[in-house]
């Protein structure tokens, strides 16, 4: 899902 | 998780650890911008909506709470608590009016999200908050150069601010060489390369301090 990238990052 | 975010987060902890030992230890809050906390305040906030809908891990959680929950206790000493406030000179941290900061953010996470088909208000909270994560530090960066004369603490708290932020960039290189499913997203490289060239003269300048052993003092 494109959304998600990056997006566990701080 | 690799050594480089990790590292970049631990950095991050300790800047504000940093910044808490200078407030205490000089009774002041001279030198340090309220509104770059406050523009911090409201990038961990709008970032880290994501605390409510997904799950990542304990210490993703633990730290999207942590930032929030220490920052905005520093902006509490500030404003509110003896001897911070009554010290706190606002017309020294009257670079870029928050306002200011936060318009143009929006309209352009706006205008990003809107290109990229991604209407969901925590998907553009989110990207509004990658861009104004940049801009945050730059009434920090304003303040010392007012003063000139960093004090120590000062200077390592934005030291290790630009630490986590360089740091950051390494975990994206090494994230987009080992992990397979790793999508980019280039908005979030823009800004935070934008973000990191912003600290590179302060490093220049701090690097060079602590080389001769002198104080940290900045050109007019």
């Given amino acids: 899902k494109v959304t998600e ?5 701080l | 998780m690799n050594i480089f975010r990790f590292a970049g987060d ?3 902890v300790v800047s504000i650890l940093v910044l ?12 340090i911008s309220l509104k770059t906390q406050e523009l911090f305040l409201i990038v961990f906030v709008t970032r880290y909506l ?7 891990s304990l210490y993703n959680s633990f730290m999207k709470v942590a930032y929030i929950a220490s920052t905005t206790y520093i902006i509490w000493m500030i404003r509110f608590q003896e001897p911070y406030k009554s010290k706190y000179d606002a017309s020294q941290d009257s670079f870029l009016h928050i306002k200011f900061a936060v318009a143009p953010c929006a309209g352009l996470a706006l205008f990003a999200c809107l290109v990229k088909g991604e209407l969901s208000p925590i998907d553009i909270l989110w990207t509004f908050s990658i861009f104004l994560e940049a801009l ?9 150069q007012r003063y000139r004369e960093v004090e120590n603490l000062t200077g390592h708290y934005v030291f290790f601010l630009g630490a986590y932020r ?13 992990e397979q499913f790793y999508r980019h997203n280039w908005l979030v490289y823009v800004s935070g390369a934008v973000q990191t060239a912003l600290y590179v003269d302060f490093f220049y300048y701090y690097v060079v301090s602590k080389y001769y052993g ?7």
């Fill in chain 2, 20 to 31: 808490l030992l200078r407030l205490r230890s000089s009774k002041s809050a001279v030198g």
């Fill in chain 2, 10 to 12: 631990m950095s991050h």
């Fill in chain 2, 136 to 144: 945050a530090i730059v009434p920090q960066l304003f303040v010392l």
């Fill in chain 2, 50 to 56: 994501d605390l409510f809908t997904t799950f990542y």
């Fill in chain 2, 214 to 220: 002198g104080k940290l003092t900045l050109p007019t």
């Fill in chain 2, 166 to 178: 360089g740091l950051y960039i390494l975990n994206w290189v090494y994230r987009s060489y080992y």
């Fill in chain 1, 5 to 9: 990238e990056m997006k566990d990052e």
